[in-house]
């Protein structure tokens, strides 16, 4: 692919991931816990005064998970346009070969 595009194009790519680095990061520390959580639902591990997972707590934590992770997945796509739109009718047969 980085042989098809332009710098101008790359630049976008280059420009996105610094303006998406907060989200990515965020995202990624937010499943840390989620994921301890279920891993002490496996091992029968909960905290003092439990006996399982709140089924909404974990409703409510992964909704606002995914709701960033919505965020982070249309600005992508929003880029992928942006970058597609900008090609020449070269750069797209270019990338049609590639499918062949």
Known sequence: ?????????????????????NDINQFAYQRFPLLKAFRRLKESDFPTGTTTLSK??????????????????????KLFGEVINSMTSTQKAQMDALSS
Not at 1 to 7: E, Q
């Open 1 to 21: 692919m980085l042989n098809i595009l332009n710098t101008a194009q790359i630049n976008m790519y280059i420009s996105a991931a610094g303006e998406q680095i």
């Open 56 to 77: 909404e707590a974990v409703q409510q934590y992964v909704a606002d998970l995914y709701r960033l992770d919505g965020k982070i997945s249309y600005n992508r796509a």
